[in-house]
């Protein structure tokens, strides 16, 4: 190796101002790079206008013969409205379900607070009919009610006026109470068995 062409010795003001100029490449770097190596699984939140770019590296992952590399996936994930519509509050308790609310509790609060899109009389919701789009019972079903085709009925019984805003709170009442009565028995037995076996925790 020829020796370097540097002779100014390594002295701590020589470091500092090499510290100084390699600055911004260190700022800059790939704050994941030691990750390159080999196959790491790893899970990344990133916004929707993403998505392009994940399309992108999944085509280009399968014509990469060279390397182990593994098609990305991605999942696509949305907020649940707050009862009266718009984002949940964590500090306002009847602006959400919580998932330790009793039936009765969920019966209240979507009886009193959940955003309807009904109209303002039954016999003008029966001529006009429902917004779905709206309506925030509507849009819970879309996520706890599994049977697709009784969300469909649903949806096309309310915007056609069929269905009323009442039968579509009762409807979701019954859903939501049904999935949280279950969700807290297995939460109690999860916490049964954590204190078995980490008494301490």
């Known amino acids: 190796m020829s020796p ?8 701590e003001r020589s470091r500092q101002e090499n510290d100084q100029r390699t600055a911004p490449s260190k700022r800059h770097a790939p704050p994941a790079t030691h990750r390159i190596r080999g196959t790491s699984p790893d899970s990344h939140p990133v916004g929707p206008d993403q998505d392009p770019h994940i399309r992108i590296a999944r085509d280009m992952a399968k ?4 390397q182990a590399f593994i098609p990305i996936s991605s999942t696509y994930n949305t907020f649940l409205p707050g009862l009266p519509g ?21 019966k209240n609060k979507i009886n009193k607070y959940a955003f309807s899109g009904g109209q303002a009389t039954i016999e003008e ?6 917004n ?4 925030v019972c509507y849009h819970y079903l879309r996520f706890f009610l599994d049977n697709d085709a009784e969300l469909k009925k649903i949806h096309d019984t309310y915007h056609s006026g069929t269905l009323l805003t009442g039968e579509l709170k009762k409807i979701t009442i019954e859903t939501l109470s049904a999935f949280l009565t279950e969700h ?6 999860a ?8 008494p301490n925790t």
């Open 4 to 11: 370097s062409t540097n002779s100014e010795p390594c002295t």
């Open 63 to 66: 014509r990469i013969k060279t």
């Open 86 to 106: 718009g984002k949940m509050s964590a500090s306002d308790p009847l602006s959400h379900i919580a998932i330790t609310d009793t039936p009765a509790q969920i």
């Open 125 to 130: 919701h029966r001529r006009i009919g429902g």
């Open 132 to 135: 779905p789009d709206v309506d």
């Open 184 to 189: 807290q028995h297995k939460r109690d037995a």
């Open 191 to 198: 916490h049964k068995t954590l204190q078995k076996h980490f």
